[in-house]
């Protein structure tokens, strides 16, 4: 099948809202991504049993793109009385305003798309592993049969179509929730209006977790807690890697989302204008 | 339901985030649990006590008493206003004694199990013989018991054969009941349903099930407080209801509580039962189960108690002057004519003896019994896997290994498949030797979903075609392909018999070949599912029969025409001139073409504004989406409130809105005025009056009155007591599981169990004695969202088998603690059955429980195991069911795999 | 379209796994390569029409989407199976089984040819279809003659043999449960059960 070769127009920032308080746990996004993405199991579904709670994949990583996590909090107390509570969050690229991963990589393969959302292109990973040590949310991982770095790709190969992700299109309760970031009905509002409506029901400490530009200038894909952001394996505070100068979305080009070699040359060519103090697109 | 059943719940979640109340009980914390607002912990199998509670505290409280819609449903929709006859005794009566009237000696076959039977005279209707199919999904009713059923009155005067029916209809007519719907009587139903109850007080709740009093409290208030005019709740079970030895008077004890809430035939409402297989409703309606033949009609029987001797006998029997199941002659005279086509005439009354008849119990457990016996000599096993879950499937293994002959279909080599051979539990531990068992074992490989037409009857009866979208690899063939050609090779020898015992399989109409027409239909119907043109159907593998053909028999069509169907059960005729395997599914392909079940025309939107889609699919009966739905409306038709609108009676209507077509009386022909309505379909006759009487002698639903509600009752009533219909009692009364921590029924000190369950006590099939120190803990099997049942569709895909590799075992942090078990120390786990190790996953979801033996508190604790696991597959483990032991329901014949006892030690 | 579907090569992934056919061992299969080049090819179901099926798992009865592509043979190949937007039971939604129903299909441990196990035999052997489906017509009527029973004790025609026990039907379609009913009940054979009861 052809290889694109046209310039996409740059569309409204999309990305994921994942509210945690409607997860089930189900893991339909980690089988779905995998069906979508054609993703093998690891250890070909034969592996011993985790003992942690229902979590068996445990991780993300090259060949798991979408982790279901499970927090078992009950307290001391025979009846469980004063907390009795089974939290579960569908973890996955948080697509960063400012990405360490495009920050590191080398050649250029992780690219950003005319979605805002942040891409590895296979052909043009080398595997030298930088973007790995660069995320911290230990997102990417090397895919063992694919030997480069994996990751989310937030379904580039379904939205461009008009189709939504794998993952977001499964979820039973719409606990993963996928579609423009701002804007009156954009994820972000809906988000702000599940809080209040969380915090009216008692629920006090019900919060996002990556919506505004505190937690690396923001994620694309966003959270809504009701813990602290620790419990969950979320770091508070995340810290890009030192060689990062600036957002990332400097590098941001829409025309880089455009595949082959002229989009890698060009993409190249805005890298080191970069590195020449020349940031090539500000218009975000 | 968010375990195993997540999209559902789906909608529960979508109805949770706008204000709806989730309540979860169950003996474990659970995903449904996590999401519940209300979790409520149980000892497994005490569900009746915990229901019998809501039941007196509803009956008792201020908003029941006071709110008038309460009394307003239970009169009129109910059968809480019905005298019963003074001999009737119930449970209260005699409080340590604990049993209905009736109990007799069970004196007929051991193999049916049963340790004691019920004569259910004295539960009768006063003056009255409450005659009731009370037979669907029955086995205790097939003839194994004395106990009544259908028409037992042995002074019937003689009716002539039929067909015509009619005069056999009318002679069964009974007197009506006696009703007092000031519900004083002390005799009435509402009495003694508040009598039976009366100590089941939150203080007993708590004492039987564990679940602390105010968080039954609060459940009980919530569903009060949430059911009513313009609020509706409903309860969503799964297996945690019915595998008990009391499981049909669960859901019974719940349709009760609803009754008295007034949420059933309402949107919103009712009880919903969470099913575990694609087709298990289809399986159950087209039934592939001994004790019944289509539509819910019984098997021909043999056994003691039925007289089904000849067709008239049967229809004596089986036919109900009252209710939709006047039709009864309809419906079996086309059911016999889709079985021996023109053969079947009425000379030969419809070749009824050439059907067999069923003698005894011949469900599961006791076939399996048989087998170890060597009594059963060949078995077909498709898309079943009784190795892994079948109950003491050591016993059911070992079984298979003396049969002559099996039958394997299925997609990957399951355990059934492979009990012979190395890897086996009992080839390895060297308790059978492949040498030495004879067994012939055949494996065909099967189609897959997506490689073949067909359909299946989802869990709230909506049947649902797939359509082929792809060759199945190799020699797959599909399941129909397979008993096609076994029933076309089998006909063919049989052919030239000349044996009066051989007319069955020689008459048997066996046409399903695959002609030009079929095509052409085919792709019709592909279009109208906007598959894809370009990609239209892969030729059929040689002698594939034509599936059009066989959903068309199970419609029905005019005998002296196949190509003109049925539109609907109401063409149904007795007399042989239509032919119709399941009445139920009458009007799932109302003419060539016309495949309803492939219909795909629905508004998305209505689903997500909670109304029926009627364009989507097709659900038995007459494409209505909930049955009994007259109640949602007042008796004077007018609806309850404006947002539970459903059906009701619009007075002035006199043209048809669906057919556009003007109402006319069936009989003048003169136009009628006023009709049914509403955004599903009516399930009522369309223009009754909500004020219609009926006439003396009136058979049919000519016999029941404008507000009667429940047409497939002989009264049309919602029964709070059953007068027939369970063996076990009229009543659903708290017994203990048959394995039990405890050694006395807190509520009946004399009576532990039900008085009338099936056991069957062997060596390879031994019991734990009530309150065995041997085996201090309650164990209840169960199962995960990342696999299905036992694990044939899930164990072999890594995709799933990496989310759940191996089998573990639940166990409480405070129980792990005592046993010096910590998480994935691998553990053993025993009951008198078998011994299985497994690794421990410890949690604090799971939580000990304080109850009473007799006067003495008590903690128990729940171990918990999904039982998904077998030796073969990617994901494996120990079989679970090597636990779980064969002992059954008095009604159903289900077994008790929720709630047993057993021990646990460090491996 | 160079989309990993199409190279089918499973991989041997740890856990001691080796790939083969269903008589000699399994494969974990999955998938094989990653999605290589993702970014260069357009999405595999673009302009594809899909068949309308229905989940095979539980008694909800999901909506599917099945996708296909034709083969190097000429034939259907399903590519990608999904939920149905349109169903009103699951609007597009699916859980972690219904997901994984492509991998029900496309799977190198389904078995494609029939095995027999001769009476004392410690291993399978491959089985002609024809020959086996003979050989079960045959086992089939000669237990059902020998065990039949035309009348009980009283002289009521019963025509039944408790011999052959038909087991299963809750899996698969409404239209197969009714011809296998159909059959059994017209030899005779009235053991007929399925999972309902368990």
């Given at each position: 099948?052809a290889?694109?070769?046209?310039?996409?127009?740059?569309?409204?920032?999309?990305?994921?809202?994942?509210?945690?308080?409607?997860?089930?746990?189900?893991k339909?996004?980690?089988?779905?991504?995998?069906?979508?993405?054609?993703?093998?199991?690891?250890?070909?579904?034969?592996?011993?049993?985790?003992?942690?709670?229902y979590d068996?994949?445990?991780?993300l990583?090259?060949?798991?793109?979408?982790?279901?996590?499970?927090?078992?909090?009950f307290?001391?107390?025979?009846?469980?009385?004063?907390?009795?509570?089974w939290?579960m969050?569908?973890?996955?690229?948080k697509?960063c305003?400012?990405?360490g991963c495009i920050e590191?990589?080398?050649?250029?393969?992780?690219?950003?798309?005319?979605?805002?959302?942040?891409?590895?292109q296979a052909?043009?990973?080398?595997?030298?592993r930088?973007?790995?040590?660069?995320?911290?949310?230990?997102?990417?991982?090397?895919?063992e049969?694919?030997?480069?770095?994996?990751?989310?790709?937030?379904c580039?190969?379904?939205?461009?179509?008009?189709?939504?992700p794998?993952?977001?299109k499964?979820?039973?309760?719409?606990?993963?929730?996928?579609?423009?970031?701002?804007?009156?009905?954009?994820?972000?509002?809906?988000?702000q209006?599940?809080?209040?409506q969380l915090?009216?029901q008692?629920?006090?400490?019900a919060?996002l977790y990556?919506?505004?530009?505190?937690?690396?200038?923001?994620?694309?894909?966003?959270y809504?807690?009701?813990?602290?952001?620790q419990?969950?394996?979320?770091?508070?505070?995340?810290?890009?890697?030192?060689?990062?100068?600036g957002?990332?979305?400097?590098?941001?080009?829409?025309?880089?989302?455009?595949?082959?070699?002229?989009?890698?040359?060009?993409?190249?060519?805005?890298?080191?204008d970069?590195?020449?103090g020349?940031p090539?697109d500000?218009e975000? | 339901?968010?375990?195993?059943?997540p999209?559902?719940?789906?909608?529960?979640?979508?109805a949770?985030?706008?204000?709806?109340?989730?309540?979860?009980?169950?003996?474990?914390?659970t995903?449904t649990?996590?999401?519940?607002?209300?979790?409520?912990p149980?000892?497994?199998g005490?569900?009746?006590?915990f229901?019998?509670?809501?039941?007196?505290?509803?009956?008792n409280?201020?908003?029941?008493n006071?709110?008038?819609?309460f009394?307003?449903?239970?009169?009129n929709y109910?059968?809480?206003?019905?005298?019963i006859?003074?001999?009737?005794?119930?449970?209260e009566?005699?409080?340590a004694?604990?049993?209905f009237?009736?109990?007799?000696?069970?004196t007929g076959?051991?193999?049916n199990g049963?340790?004691g039977?019920y004569?259910?005279?004295?539960?009768q209707?006063?003056?009255t013989?409450?005659?009731d199919?009370?037979?669907?999904?029955?086995t205790g009713?097939?003839?194994?018991?004395?106990v009544?059923?259908g028409n037992?009155?042995t002074?019937?005067?003689?009716?002539?054969k039929?067909?015509?029916?009619d005069e056999?209809?009318?002679?069964?007519?009974?007197p009506?009941?006696?009703?007092?719907?000031?519900?004083?009587?002390?005799?009435c139903?509402?009495q003694?349903?508040?009598?039976?109850?009366?100590?089941?007080?939150?203080?007993m709740?708590?004492?039987?099930?564990?679940?602390p009093k105010?968080?039954f409290?609060?459940?009980?208030?919530?569903?009060?407080q949430?059911?009513?005019?313009d609020?509706?709740?409903?309860?969503?079970?799964?297996?945690?209801?019915?595998?008990?030895t009391?499981?049909p008077?669960?859901?019974?004890?719940?349709?009760?509580l609803?009754l008295?809430l007034?949420?059933?035939g309402?949107?919103?409402?009712?009880?919903?039962?969470?099913r575990?297989?694609a087709?298990?409703?289809?399986?159950?309606?087209?039934?592939?189960?001994?004790?019944?033949?289509h539509?819910?009609?019984?098997?021909?029987?043999?056994a003691k108690?039925?007289k089904?001797d000849s067709?008239?006998?049967y229809l004596t029997?089986?036919?109900?002057?009252?209710?939709?199941?006047s039709n009864?002659?309809?419906?079996?005279?086309?059911?016999?004519?889709?079985?021996?086509?023109e053969?079947?005439?009425?000379?030969?009354?419809?070749?009824?003896?050439?059907?067999p008849?069923?003698?005894?119990?011949?469900?599961?457990?006791?076939?399996?019994?048989?087998?170890?016996?060597?009594?059963?000599e060949g078995?077909?096993?498709?898309?079943q896997n009784?190795?892994?879950?079948?109950?003491?499937?050591?016993?059911?293994?070992?079984?298979?290994s003396?049969?002559k002959?099996?039958?394997?279909?299925?997609n990957?080599?399951?355990?059934?498949?492979?009990?012979?051979?190395?890897?086996?539990?009992?080839?390895?531990?060297?308790e059978?030797?492949?040498e030495d068992?004879q067994?012939?074992?055949?494996?065909f490989?099967?189609?897959q979903?997506?490689?073949?037409?067909g359909?299946?009857?989802?869990t709230?009866?909506?049947?649902?075609?797939?359509n082929k979208?792809?060759?199945?690899?190799?020699?797959?063939?599909s399941?129909?392909?397979?008993?096609?050609?076994?029933?076309?090779?089998?006909?063919?020898?049989?052919?030239n018999?000349?044996?009066p015992?051989?007319?069955?399989?020689?008459?048997?109409?066996?046409?399903?070949?695959?002609?030009?027409e079929?095509?052409?239909?085919?792709?019709?119907?592909?279009q109208?599912t906007?598959a894809d043109?370009?990609?239209?159907?892969?030729?059929?593998?040689?002698g594939?029969?034509?599936?059009?053909?066989i959903v068309?028999?199970?419609?029905?069509?005019?005998?002296?025409?196949?190509?003109k169907?049925?539109?609907?059960?109401?063409?149904?005729k007795?007399d042989g001139?239509?032919?119709?395997?399941?009445?139920?599914?009458?009007?799932?392909y109302p003419?060539?073409?016309?495949l309803i079940?492939n219909?795909?025309?629905a508004?998305p939107?209505?689903?997500d504004?909670?109304?029926?889609?009627?364009?989507?699919?097709f659900?038995w009966?007459?494409?209505?989406?909930?049955?009994?739905?007259?109640a949602?409306?007042?008796?004077?038709?007018?609806?309850?409130?404006?947002?539970?609108?459903?059906?009701?009676?619009d007075p002035?209507?006199?043209?048809?809105?669906?057919?556009?077509l003007?109402?006319?009386?069936?009989?003048?022909?003169?136009?009628?005025?006023?009709?049914?309505?509403?955004?599903?379909?009516?399930?009522?006759?369309?223009?009754?009056?909500?004020?219609?009487?009926?006439?003396e002698?009136?058979?049919?639903?000519?016999?029941?009155?404008g507000?009667?509600?429940?047409?497939m009752?002989?009264d049309?009533?919602?029964?709070?007591f059953?007068p027939?219909?369970?063996?076990?009692?009229?009543?659903?009364?708290?017994?203990?599981?048959?394995?039990?921590?405890i050694?006395q029924?807190?509520?009946?000190?004399q009576?532990?169990?039900s008085?009338?369950?099936k056991?069957?006590?062997?060596?390879d099939?031994q019991?734990?004695?009530?309150?065995?120190?041997?085996?201090?803990?309650?164990?209840?099997?169960?199962?995960l969202?990342e696999h299905h049942?036992?694990?044939?569709?899930?164990?072999?895909?890594?995709?799933?088998?990496?989310?759940?590799?191996?089998?573990f075992?639940e166990i409480?942090?405070?129980?792990?603690?005592?046993?010096?078990?910590?998480?994935?120390?691998?553990?053993r786990?025993?009951?008198?059955?078998?011994s299985?190790?497994?690794?421990?996953?410890?949690?604090?979801?799971?939580r000990?429980?304080?109850?009473?033996d007799g006067d003495?508190?008590k903690?128990v604790?729940?171990?918990?195991?999904?039982?998904h696991w077998?030796?073969?597959?990617?994901?494996?483990?120990?079989?679970?069911?090597?636990l779980?032991s064969?002992?059954?329901?008095?009604?159903?014949?289900?077994?008790?795999?929720?709630?047993f006892?057993?021990?646990v030690?460090?491996? | 379209?160079?989309?990993?579907?199409s190279?089918?090569?499973?991989?041997?992934?740890?856990?001691?796994?080796?790939?083969?056919?269903?008589?000699?061992?399994?494969a974990?299969?999955?998938a094989?390569?990653?999605?290589?080049?993702?970014?260069?090819?357009?999405?595999?179901?673009?302009?594809?029409?899909?068949?309308r099926?229905?989940?095979?798992?539980?008694?909800?009865g999901?909506?599917?989407?099945?996708?296909?592509?034709?083969?190097?043979?000429?034939?259907n190949?399903?590519?990608?199976i999904?939920?149905d937007?349109?169903s009103?039971i699951?609007?597009g939604?699916?859980?972690?089984?219904?997901?994984?129903?492509?991998?029900?299909?496309?799977?190198?441990?389904?078995?494609?040819k029939v095995?027999?196990r001769?009476?004392?035999?410690?291993?399978?052997?491959?089985?002609?279809?024809e020959?086996?489906?003979?050989r079960v017509v045959?086992?089939?009527?000669?237990?059902?003659?020998?065990?039949?029973?035309?009348?009980?004790?009283?002289?009521?025609?019963?025509?039944?043999?408790?011999?052959?026990?038909?087991?299963g039907?809750?899996?698969?379609?409404?239209?197969?449960n009714?011809?296998?009913?159909?059959?059994?009940?017209?030899l005779g054979v009235v053991?007929?059960?399925?999972?309902?009861?368990?």
């Amino acid at each position: 099948m052809a290889t694109m070769t046209q310039t996409p127009a740059r569309r409204e920032p999309h990305g994921f809202f994942t509210d945690t308080t409607v997860c089930i746990g189900c893991k339909a996004c980690e089988v779905a991504c995998k069906q979508w993405n054609q993703l093998a199991s690891e250890t070909g579904g034969q592996q011993p049993l985790s003992g942690d709670s229902y979590d068996n994949t445990q991780r993300l990583d090259g060949m798991n793109w979408r982790h279901v996590k499970f927090i078992e909090q009950f307290s001391a107390d025979p009846q469980r009385t004063q907390q009795s509570r089974w939290l579960m969050m569908s973890d996955v690229c948080k697509h960063c305003v400012r990405a360490g991963c495009i920050e590191v990589c080398p050649t250029g393969a992780i690219i950003r798309t005319e979605f805002d959302t942040v891409v590895i292109q296979a052909d043009t990973c080398n595997g030298c592993r930088a973007c790995i040590s660069a995320c911290p949310f230990g997102v990417i991982d090397i895919n063992e049969n694919a030997k480069v770095a994996q990751k989310c790709t937030l379904c580039y190969d379904r939205t461009t179509i008009g189709e939504q992700p794998a993952c977001s299109k499964a979820c039973p309760t719409a606990s993963i929730q996928y579609g423009p970031l701002n804007g009156p009905n954009g994820l972000k509002a809906k988000a702000q209006e599940r809080v209040q409506q969380l915090k009216e029901q008692g629920v006090d400490q019900a919060q996002l977790y990556g919506a505004d530009d505190k937690i690396v200038g923001g994620l694309n894909s966003f959270y809504l807690l009701v813990d602290r952001p620790q419990v969950y394996g979320l770091p508070e505070n995340p810290q890009l890697p030192s060689r990062n100068l600036g957002p990332s979305s400097a590098l941001t080009t829409v025309g880089a989302a455009v595949m082959g070699l002229l989009g890698l040359v060009s993409l190249r060519k805005k890298r080191m204008d970069h590195f020449a103090g020349q940031p090539a697109d500000r218009e975000r | 339901m968010a375990e195993c059943h997540p999209v559902a719940f789906r909608w529960i979640m979508q109805a949770k985030l706008k204000g709806a109340k989730l309540i979860h009980v169950d003996p474990r914390f659970t995903r449904t649990s996590a999401l519940a607002n209300t979790y409520a912990p149980i000892r497994a199998g005490t569900d009746i006590a915990f229901l019998g509670g809501i039941i007196n505290y509803v009956i008792n409280s201020k908003r029941w008493n006071e709110e008038p819609f309460f009394k307003e449903y239970v009169v009129n929709y109910t059968n809480a206003a019905t005298i019963i006859e003074e001999s009737f005794k119930d449970t209260e009566d005699d409080e340590a004694a604990g049993r209905f009237s009736g109990l007799a000696q069970y004196t007929g076959d051991p193999l049916n199990g049963f340790v004691g039977q019920y004569d259910n005279k004295t539960w009768q209707y006063k003056g009255t013989q409450a005659t009731d199919q009370g037979r669907t999904g029955s086995t205790g009713q097939s003839g194994e018991q004395g106990v009544q059923s259908g028409n037992e009155d042995t002074n019937l005067p003689e009716v002539p054969k039929g067909p015509p029916y009619d005069e056999l209809v009318k002679s069964l007519l009974k007197p009506p009941a006696q009703l007092d719907t000031t519900l004083k009587d002390p005799n009435c139903v509402f009495q003694l349903v508040k009598t039976h109850f009366s100590r089941y007080t939150p203080e007993m709740v708590q004492e039987i099930t564990g679940c602390p009093k105010e968080k039954f409290i609060e459940v009980a208030e919530t569903l009060l407080q949430n059911s009513g005019p313009d609020k509706t709740s409903s309860f969503a079970y799964a297996l945690g209801w019915t595998q008990h030895t009391y499981g049909p008077q669960m859901i019974s004890c719940c349709a009760l509580l609803q009754l008295l809430l007034g949420n059933m035939g309402r949107p919103g409402g009712g009880i919903l039962a969470l099913r575990g297989h694609a087709t298990i409703q289809g399986s159950t309606d087209i039934p592939t189960l001994y004790h019944s033949i289509h539509g819910y009609m019984p098997h021909p029987s043999a056994a003691k108690g039925k007289k089904h001797d000849s067709l008239n006998d049967y229809l004596t029997a089986e036919t109900l002057a009252k209710s939709y199941w006047s039709n009864m002659p309809k419906f079996m005279v086309s059911y016999l004519k889709s079985m021996y086509g023109e053969a079947a005439t009425k000379e030969n009354d419809f070749g009824y003896d050439w059907h067999p008849k069923i003698t005894g119990d011949h469900s599961h457990m006791p076939m399996f019994l048989q087998m170890m016996d060597g009594k059963v000599e060949g078995m077909f096993c498709m898309g079943q896997n009784p190795a892994v879950g079948g109950q003491n499937a050591r016993l059911q293994r070992k079984a298979l290994s003396k049969l002559k002959w099996l039958v394997v279909k299925d997609n990957f080599e399951i355990e059934t498949a492979v009990f012979w051979k190395k890897g086996s539990p009992e080839v390895e531990a060297g308790e059978l030797r492949p040498e030495d068992i004879q067994t012939e074992v055949f494996f065909f490989p099967s189609n897959q979903v997506a490689e073949m037409d067909g359909s299946y009857t989802n869990t709230q009866r909506l049947a649902q075609w797939h359509n082929k979208a792809a060759e199945a690899p190799g020699d797959c063939r599909s399941d129909m392909w397979f008993t096609y050609q076994l029933g076309k090779r089998l006909k063919a020898l049989y052919a030239n018999s000349t044996a009066p015992r051989d007319e069955g399989i020689k008459n048997l109409v066996w046409d399903y070949e695959i002609d030009d027409e079929t095509a052409k239909l085919r792709d019709a119907e592909l279009q109208i599912t906007g598959a894809d043109d370009a990609a239209k159907h892969e030729e059929e593998p040689e002698g594939e029969p034509d599936i059009r053909k066989i959903v068309r028999e199970i419609n029905g069509y005019q005998s002296a025409d196949k190509t003109k169907h049925l539109a609907n059960f109401a063409e149904l005729k007795d007399d042989g001139s239509t032919t119709c395997a399941s009445w139920i599914y009458s009007g799932i392909y109302p003419a060539p073409g016309k495949l309803i079940m492939n219909n795909r025309d629905a508004d998305p939107a209505l689903s997500d504004a909670g109304k029926p889609t009627l364009g989507w699919g097709f659900a038995w009966p007459a494409n209505r989406r909930i049955l009994y739905n007259r109640a949602s409306a007042r008796p004077d038709g007018t609806p309850w409130s404006e947002q539970k609108k459903l059906v009701y009676f619009d007075p002035n209507l006199t043209v048809d809105p669906v057919t556009k077509l003007p109402y006319t009386d069936l009989k003048t022909g003169e136009p009628i005025k006023g009709a049914w309505v509403g955004d599903d379909v009516p399930d009522f006759v369309k223009n009754k009056k909500p004020d219609y009487q009926p006439p003396e002698g009136a058979t049919g639903l000519d016999a029941h009155p404008g507000t009667a509600p429940f047409i497939m009752k002989f009264d049309g009533k919602g029964w709070l007591f059953a007068p027939t219909g369970l063996v076990d009692g009229p009543l659903p009364t708290h017994y203990e599981p048959v394995e039990t921590p405890i050694k006395q029924n807190r509520l009946y000190p004399q009576q532990l169990h039900s008085p009338v369950y099936k056991r069957w006590e062997r060596d390879d099939n031994q019991y734990a004695a009530p309150g065995d120190p041997q085996y201090p803990h309650v164990m209840t099997t169960y199962r995960l969202t990342e696999h299905h049942l036992s694990g044939v569709m899930s164990r072999w895909l890594p995709w799933l088998a990496e989310l759940q590799p191996e089998l573990f075992v639940e166990i409480g942090e405070e129980l792990a603690n005592d046993l010096g078990i910590g998480n994935t120390d691998m553990v053993r786990v025993s009951t008198p059955r078998g011994s299985i190790e497994a690794k421990a996953l410890v949690t604090r979801r799971i939580r000990p429980l304080t109850i009473k033996d007799g006067d003495t508190d008590k903690t128990v604790h729940h171990v918990g195991m999904p039982w998904h696991w077998g030796w073969q597959g990617l994901a494996r483990g120990s079989v679970v069911n090597d636990l779980s032991s064969l002992v059954g329901d008095p009604n159903v014949a289900i077994h008790e795999a929720k709630a047993f006892v057993c021990n646990v030690e460090k491996a | 379209m160079t989309l990993s579907v199409s190279r089918r090569d499973f991989l041997r992934l740890g856990g001691g796994i080796t790939a083969g056919t269903a008589l000699a061992g399994l494969a974990g299969t999955g998938a094989d390569l990653g999605p290589v080049t993702v970014r260069a090819q357009e999405s595999r179901i673009k302009d594809v029409k899909p068949f309308r099926s229905v989940c095979p798992y539980c008694a909800v009865g999901c909506g599917l989407l099945v996708y296909t592509e034709k083969g190097a043979d000429g034939k259907n190949k399903i590519i990608d199976i999904e939920g149905d937007y349109e169903s009103p039971i699951n609007r597009g939604t699916l859980c972690p089984k219904g997901a994984a129903t492509f991998q029900l299909h496309v799977n190198p441990n389904r078995v494609t040819k029939v095995l027999h196990r001769k009476p004392g035999a410690t291993e399978w052997e491959v089985m002609g279809l024809e020959d086996a489906m003979n050989r079960v017509v045959q086992l089939t009527k000669e237990t059902r003659d020998r065990t039949f029973v035309e009348k009980n004790e009283a002289g009521i025609p019963v025509n039944n043999s408790l011999s052959i026990f038909s087991l299963g039907g809750a899996t698969m379609d409404n239209e197969w449960n009714h011809i296998q009913q159909k059959l059994m009940r017209g030899l005779g054979v009235v053991a007929i059960e399925n999972q309902a009861r368990i």
